[in-house]
């Protein structure tokens, strides 16, 4: 049964940690815990949506940062011109309004440069994925009117129902209410018979398709839903940290999203999570103690790549799991 | 209209095809032949900038200092692929992408602490700084003509090298059969080495031919590697002559769309309206025309005929 594997224990205590911690450290004064926190989580939801396509598909998408891009403008334009006017048709404070815009954009996005790239396999798939966020990232260095390289203030928080996002316990709870039901949907998704095509194009693409699977389409819808939830973190980073700028999706934040899911253990329901905690913690730990934290960093990278295949989800795994 | 400003752009689009096609043309043969993606190719550009920067200063003389710091580029790329990319070849793409992401950060940062945060002019010889009145009205800093010439003449020895030599002749036949080639007694393992030096040398070339103009700076390889990727895509991924015409057409468009995308515009909507769009649409140009030729033809142009 569930409990009875190691990694699924593992998998409870850590989601349990991961909950109240932040909380109590919060509460003994130290805020700067729970920012982490609501940070490291926001990023998990990023993740858990690149491991759908990237993990159980096999799709290497190396631009997920855009849809975390789509998603924080979503928030941001919304606000600005409710604030300075114009565009009348935007102009919004209503969170629930703006997630719908975040969303629904980042599924379009997913869905037209999806309908491209995936026609495609291999080398071209991550680098015309990376092209095409590369695309977006331009787009909003263009845009001189939301502040362009300087970036935007998104001058208040998203109006919702129930929660107040400008405290902060209540948008940490939020994110780590979505990032349980976003790991809940992959989970879903992935033991569907949806999910066991999409597996198995992983597998043997040729076999499937011989089959009578259309596993284009099933690839595609994948790469919508994975869009989608990336496009709702992206929401949530901008309500975060109230400002947004083209740097958060640049493509060395693709990949970060990547090595994210990759050092936790892609195609594990948990792996994503525990990537972007490690991540993010040996990330707050280099940075303070030198600038040119970049190169442990770097070589901490190859050397996963190099040597720790399978991710920390592997080792936790041990043998015989 | 302007003629002589529609020259001049021209030839500016021509520069940064042919550095483009310098960056990828190495991209593309370690591709074709290792089945390998750098995405740390951008960083060696970079360290030719930087390397030509020092030695410029040491050595007083820009082009002598470009002929020291090709070798030297060339041993740092032996170095990548005897380190960090020989160990992930028998891996996949995903491995190596983030094994050379790993090495971007790496590189990035010791080039930091060797060279320090800011960027890095250099200084030009004297009979290079001046321009040269090519005809009625068209003045054109000299410099950008020798950039034009060295990019078309190493495109010309690249493809001499590739088609007319045993060495091209190897790295044709280790892009088609690898297998076979290290079965006929060929050492395939000083083969890859030597292309890899290669496609390093091309790079830090171009990064050294762009420093006089932009400066050597710490993420310069981070922007053109992107632009080359799109040139590979669009040329066919391992194709030579694909990356060429590939690169030049993106280098015209991405020019020629900056300068003239407004004027386009203002013909069919209104002027503000023209101004408002016009610098969105040509920052997103050539990943909409990348976007077009997929569509029409996934494998790019000029697909490789045997993979």
Request: proline share 3%; glycine share 12%.
């Amino acid at each position: 049964m569930f409990l009875t594997k190691r990694s699924s224990r593992i998998t409870l205590v850590v989601m349990a940690l991961l909950l109240v911690m932040p909380v109590v450290f919060y509460n003994t004064g130290n805020e700067f815990y729970l920012d982490l926190a609501t940070r490291l989580v926001i990023l998990g939801i990023a993740a858990v949506s690149l491991n759908l396509v990237l993990g159980y598909g096999g799709l290497v998408s190396f631009g997920h940062a855009a849809y975390i891009g789509i998603g924080s403008y979503a928030v941001g334009i919304p606000v600005y011109h409710e604030f300075y006017g114009g565009f009348e048709s935007v102009a919004s404070t209503n969170g629930l309004f703006q997630i719908g815009l975040a969303v629904g954009l980042s599924a379009l996005f997913a869905l037209i440069t999806g309908a491209i790239s995936l026609r495609t396999k291999g080398v071209y798939f991550i680098m015309i994925t990376m092209a095409f966020a590369q695309m977006v990232y331009y787009l909003f260095l263009s845009l001189d009117e939301y502040g362009g390289d300087d970036g935007l203030v998104i001058e208040m928080r998203s109006q919702l129902p129930l929660v107040d996002l400008d405290n902060p316990i209540e948008l940490f709870l939020l994110c780590y209410v979505s990032l349980a039901i976003s790991m809940l949907i992959v989970r879903t998704i992935i033991h569907s018979r949806f999910g066991m095509v999409l597996q198995g194009a992983k597998g043997n693409n040729e076999r499937l398709i011989t089959l009578g699977y259309n596993t284009y389409l099933y690839r595609l819808t994948a790469y919508v839903i994975s869009g989608a939830m990336c496009g709702f973190a992206g929401a949530l980073m901008g309500n975060f940290s109230s400002f947004i700028s083209p740097e958060m999706m640049g493509w060395s934040r693709s990949g970060e999203l990547m090595f994210m899911v990759i050092l936790g253990g892609a195609a594990t329901t948990m792996g994503p999570v525990f990537g972007s905690i490690a991540f993010i913690l040996v990330e707050e730990v280099l940075s303070s103690l030198t600038i040119y934290w970049h190169l442990p960093f770097g070589l901490m990278l190859i050397g996963v790549v190099l040597f720790a295949r399978g991710g920390l989800m592997g080792i936790l795994r041990g043998k015989g799991d | 209209m302007d003629y002589a400003l529609l020259f001049i752009q021209t030839l500016n689009g021509l520069q940064l095809g042919l550095l483009l096609f310098l960056v990828a043309s190495g991209l593309t043969l370690v591709f074709g032949i290792l089945d390998f993606v750098n995405l740390a190719h951008g960083s060696l550009y970079m360290l030719g900038a930087f390397i030509c920067a020092s030695l410029t200063f040491l050595l007083g003389n820009f082009l002598v200092a470009v002929v020291v710091a090709l070798p030297l580029t060339g041993v740092i790329g032996y170095l990548v692929e005897r380190f960090i990319a020989r160990p992930l070849y028998a891996r996949d793409h995903l491995d190596h992408v983030l094994g050379t992401f790993g090495l971007i950060l790496v590189l990035d940062t010791l080039t930091h602490l060797i060279w320090g945060p800011a960027g890095i002019a250099i200084p030009l010889p004297v009979w290079l700084d001046g321009q040269v009145n090519l005809f009625e009205g068209v003045v054109v800093p000299i410099y950008r003509l020798l950039i034009i010439v060295t990019g078309l003449a190493t495109a010309a020895g690249l493809f001499w090298l590739v088609n007319y030599t045993r060495l091209g002749m190897l790295i044709r036949a280790g892009a088609s059969n690898r297998t076979m080639v290290a079965a006929l007694g060929i050492d395939i393992q000083t083969l890859f080495a030597l292309v890899f030096a290669l496609g390093a040398m091309l790079a830090g070339l171009a990064g050294m031919l762009i420093a006089p103009i932009s400066e050597a700076s710490i993420g310069m390889g981070n922007n053109i590697i992107i632009t080359a990727f799109v040139v590979i895509i669009v040329g066919g991924i391992g194709s030579m002559k694909g990356a060429f015409i590939a690169a030049l057409v993106i280098g015209l468009i991405d020019t020629l769309g900056r300068s003239y995308i407004d004027d386009a515009f203002k013909l069919f909507m209104p002027s503000d309206a023209a101004e408002t769009s016009a610098p969105a649409v040509s920052a997103m140009l050539i990943y909409i025309i990348m976007a077009v030729i997929l569509a029409v033809r996934p494998q790019g142009l000029f697909p490789p005929k045997v993979r």
